[in-house]
């Protein structure tokens, strides 16, 4: 049925307006007691087997909708109750931006991608923090993504950020520092050690001074050259970081037509994202959490990022050509296939093909 509907219907929309007209329905969900309800007790993961905790919170599911899709956090009860076992939410500034000009978002079909090049589009922080601090009617863990306000020179980049932390890191389950977008001039720059590590000192100083001391993680680039993964990773350990989520969108236009600027995410990135999650997972083993995001369309992707030892998976892109099902028929797929091998814990799968053969196939 979504198929004919993405078909017929919102194929032929502008992909930014029909992506408002989907948030739209969202909200008439998440404004409706009663039926957020009902959906939320048919496709929210309910299979003890699939229940996962990282650093300290407990998630329901281990498959989670990416930030990028709910920017200023108008969805969260919404996309849970659809089947997300977190949602990430932001990019968040500390200041509202109205973003890059459109058009500014582009479908790639044939190649089950998106290029994007939004530019941070959101209210600002004080605005999600109103957002987040109203009472929800269905559970939901929330993740927190911030980043640089774009009119914000780099030398004064700490101080942004710190102001969002300071009002979202309170209301979040889990906080991102995201310094992997390219469609901020410059944003990318704070990946390099020496400008991280003030960056991400000052924010967890905010994240560990919360009543429950809110985890805090870092979203890296695929684009990075191997080595400096490595440099990210050692530095996240150095800092007592919760995790690292791996990746952001690419640059690259490898296995794609378009020439758009902008980030491409969905299948061309996901070799190299689950080539990322293996070599963090072989520098850091289990000592931070990884969150693997990029390419992400099935059960098997989740399968094999699990196995390549992501505790927790994330995805968006598919979302637009599966639809509002997607995240359901995921964590089914996944409970089945557990049964199936006999698993009845995540944790005897994570990381299981990090260190010696798969033994666990589809």
Request: with cysteine; glycine share 10%.
């Amino acid at each position: 049925m979504y198929r004919f509907v993405f078909t017929q219907v919102l194929s032929h929309l502008d992909p930014e307006d029909a992506h408002h007209l989907t948030v739209r329905a969202l909200r008439l969900l998440s404004a409706a007691p009663v039926v957020k309800r009902f959906v939320h007790r048919g496709l929210a993961p309910r299979d003890p087997a699939l229940r996962v905790q990282a650093f300290g919170v407990h998630f329901p599911g281990p498959f989670g909708l990416a930030a990028g899709f709910d920017k200023d956090a108008r969805c969260v009860e919404a996309m849970s109750a659809l089947g997300f076992g977190h949602v990430e939410v932001g990019t968040i500034t500390a200041h509202a931006q109205p973003g890059n000009a459109r058009p500014r978002l582009f479908r790639l079909p044939k190649e089950r991608a998106l290029i994007n090049r939004m530019g941070f589009n959101n209210a600002g922080a004080s605005a999600a923090a109103r957002a987040l601090g109203r009472v929800r009617g269905v559970p939901a863990v929330v993740g927190v993504n911030i980043g640089k306000t774009k009119v914000v020179p780099e030398a004064e980049a700490v101080h942004d950020y710190v102001t969002s932390a300071k009002e979202l890191a309170v209301l979040a389950d889990y906080l991102v520092v995201n310094v992997s977008s390219p469609n901020t001039p410059g944003l990318r720059d704070l990946q390099a050690v020496e400008l991280l590590r003030p960056l991400l000192r000052a924010v967890k100083e905010v994240a560990d001074s919360t009543p429950k001391r809110t985890p805090l993680l870092v979203k890296i680039a695929p684009d990075l050259a191997d080595e400096d993964v490595d440099a990210v990773a050692d530095l996240a350990l150095e800092l007592g970081l919760d995790g690292i989520i791996a990746t952001n969108t690419t640059i690259s236009r490898k296995g794609v037509s378009s020439l758009e600027t902008g980030g491409l995410s969905g299948r061309p990135l996901k070799a190299r994202s689950l080539e990322v999650l293996r070599r963090l997972r072989a520098r850091v083993g289990d000592r931070l959490v990884l969150v693997s995001v990029g390419g992400v369309e099935n059960v098997d992707d989740v399968w094999e990022r699990l196995l390549a030892g992501a505790t927790l998976v994330q995805g968006y892109t598919a979302l637009i050509y599966e639809g509002p099902l997607w995240a359901w028929r995921i964590h089914r797929g996944l409970a089945r296939r557990m049964r199936r091998h006999g698993v009845t814990d995540l944790r005897q799968i994570i990381g299981r093909t990090a260190s010696r053969g798969n033994t666990l196939g589809g």
